[in-house]
């Protein structure tokens, strides 16, 4: 058994510090229950039962095949989280002297069960098909801290289950791989975490795989400060942890360091992480209850005025429709600017590349290009790389001019989101699967080579002339027959050496042919790829402000008719109870904002 086997899980919110926020919470759902906001004592009731729980909720998050399970095992001390499994399920591990393992299955018709497996060997189980969820228990030191590690299911940030296990955390373990810094859409994915979960920690997995892992970290703090996000970044290798066989190495994994930061960062300041978490949420519950009870209040309070609230809401349901028209005309001129991007992009690239192509066979044509193939072929590459470097700035300020163009079709408040930069650092991580130049086959002739096509060119000549002069009683070899086959084999030789120069050049031609058409591939794929991700960065921020106006117009639309129909006859009672409940709303807003951390 472990040796954290003898300790016990220590309780890391104290009840005194959260006794004022559990108040507050049960107000406010009393509040938002008879003002008919469910959607929001939805929110209240997971935020009280997140103050109220003793232990600190780590979730840890990101992309699949960025290491997330193996990390898990590497903070729980155990094999709880299935690696290199199709099957991804969530995982909760807590502290129990004795270790266990449940699965929780559905078997139809809305039920579930709860079945014990071997906590030694749980991956088969956590395959099988069924399982809603993995419950863990573990003797180990950083759960005995109070801690409880959920490991959400590998994502793209939609789905449903990771962001119910991110509004119920305490705080957020992004984790990324090392290889590659951080894109506009993780970006905006850390964005939204924040307004659920404020305490996030980014975390660079598989640091000993890519030895670029210190430029990547660097990258991505500048990214996040770019971004508003203060988050820290910790290097580690989960994989390199687990196999590490003695301290030095176990240090060189990183995760010692992480564990520390956790306890010093979250369980040391579970309060105040706590209170900061909940704190946010109460004003945003606020705010939205808030408008609401105003609305009816100011219908109430001048029924003549109906009439003209309810056009001037009307009015904004209006422009809130036409906001989303003119969403689903962004949606047009997003498809079809990006469209006209790409192939002005491609066209640009190709445009540029056959240029080189036009100057390259130029100087084949001029001269032999056996002479100085290896250096022919690496002021090629030089030649590529600018060019690729400057069709990738030029995407770049399209990419921008597109956007700005996209951000006028909406109100001015709403701001463009942070574009990806499409420019290149360093070429060569796009031009890298481009094979080489390829050598020439047809390489010059040796001197035996060129030895025997002056023979065979020197025969027919001293065997044609010898046969004339015997015709005069000379010898077959004389002094002219010798001469001419001196002549026709010095032809010969000069005509195999053209020969061979043409063969050359040729075969010249179709490998800088072949080159080229390789890094259009490549660069044309890379281009793309980077053009679409800012296309679903513009089109996944500007949803979410129509979709959001929509919403808040329709519902205090609805809110001001049922209130002018549903009081009519206890109008002065129910504009003193609103303006009673806005001035408790108030004094709880004042006390949470008090109980914040400065």
């Given amino acids: 058994m472990s040796a954290a086997a003898g300790l016990e899980a220590v309780t890391v919110k104290h009840p005194d510090a959260m006794a004022p926020l559990i108040r507050i919470l049960d107000e406010l759902r009393e509040m938002t229950r008879s003002a008919g906001r469910e959607d929001l004592g939805g929110r209240l009731n997971m935020v009280r039962a997140r103050v109220s729980d003793p232990r600190v909720r780590l979730v840890v998050v990101g992309d699949s095949k960025n290491g997330m399970s193996t990390l898990v095992n590497s903070l729980v001390g155990a094999q709880v989280s299935a690696t290199d499994s199709a099957l991804s399920v969530p995982v909760i591990a807590e502290y129990a002297p004795e270790a266990s393992a449940t699965l929780v299955k559905s078997v139809g018709n809305g039920r ?20 809603i969820r993995a419950e863990f228990t573990e003797p180990s030191p950083l759960l005995a801290d109070g801690v409880v590690v959920m490991d959400a299911p590998g994502t793209n940030g939609e789905d449903h289950t990771t962001w119910s296990m ?81 301290y030095q190495r176990d240090i060189e994994s990183g995760v010692p360091q ?17 209170i900061d978490a909940a704190v946010q949420d109460i004003r945003l519950v606020t705010d939205h209850l808030a408008m609401t009870l105003r609305t009816e209040a100011e219908t109430l309070r001048d029924p003549r005025k109906r009439a003209e609230i309810t056009e001037r809401l009307v009015i904004a349901r209006d422009q809130a429709d036409q906001l989303r028209q003119r969403s689903a005309n962004w949606q047009v001129t997003l498809v079809d600017g990006s469209t006209e991007l790409m192939a002005d992009i491609e066209h640009d690239l190709r445009h540029r590349l056959r240029s080189l192509v036009r100057d390259a066979e130029a100087e084949i044509a001029e001269t032999d290009p056996a002479r100085r193939w290896k250096e022919f072929g690496t002021d090629l590459d030089a030649r590529i790389c600018e060019a690729v470097e400057e069709n990738f700035v030029m995407a770049h300020y399209r990419a921008v001019e597109l956007c700005e163009q996209v951000a006028a079709r909406f109100p001015a408040d709403n701001r463009a989101p942070s574009l990806p930069d499409l420019r290149l650092t360093n070429p060569g991580e796009v031009l890298g699967p481009v094979a080489p130049l390829e050598s020439l086959v047809s390489a010059k002739a040796g001197v035996f080579t060129q030895l025997l096509t002056a023979m065979r060119g020197s025969y027919g000549g001293l065997l044609m002339v010898g046969l004339l002069t015997s015709l005069l009683k000379m010898p077959l070899v004389n002094w002219y027959s010798a001469a001419a086959a001196v002549l026709l084999g010095v032809n010969a030789l000069w005509d195999d050496r053209k020969a ?30 980077r053009l679409r991700a800012m296309q679903r960065t513009l089109r996944d921020h500007f949803t979410d402000i129509a979709t959001d106006v929509l919403r808040a117009a329709d519902e205090a639309l609805r809110t001001a008719e049922e209130a002018s129909g549903k009081y009519g006859d206890r109008r002065e009672q129910r504009i003193a109870d609103l303006d009673l409940q806005l001035g408790k709303l108030r004094g709880l807003r004042s006390i949470a904002d008090d109980l914040a951390p400065a």
Avoid at 115 to 130: C, F, H, I, S, T
Avoid at 208 to 230: K, S, T
Avoid at 259 to 272: G, K, M, P
Avoid at 509 to 524: E, H, P, S
């Fill in 166 to 246: 991110i509004a119920a955390a305490d705080a957020v373990l992004y984790v990324g791989a090392a290889n590659a810094e951080l894109t506009a859409h993780q970006i905006a994915h850390l964005q939204r975490i924040q307004q659920v979960c404020p305490t996030v920690i980014c975390v660079l997995n598989k640091i000993d795989l890519y030895p670029q892992w210190a430029h990547v970290q660097q990258r991505n703090r500048e990214l996040l400060d770019a971004a508003g996000l203060g988050f820290a970044v910790a290097p580690v290798s989960a994989q390199l942890h687990r196999e590490a066989g003695n």
């Fill in 112 to 131: 579930i069960e709860r079945q014990a497996v071997d906590p030694l060997d749980p991956v088969p189980a956590l395959n099988a098909e069924g399982v």
């Fill in 500 to 529: 061979r120069k043409q063969r050359r050049q040729a075969e010249a031609k179709v490998a800088v042919a072949r080159l080229m058409d390789d890094v259009v591939f490549q660069v044309g794929k890379e281009s793309r790829n």
């Fill in 258 to 274: 992480l564990i520390d930061h956790l306890r010093d960062y979250v369980v040391a300041r579970a309060d105040t992480v706590a």
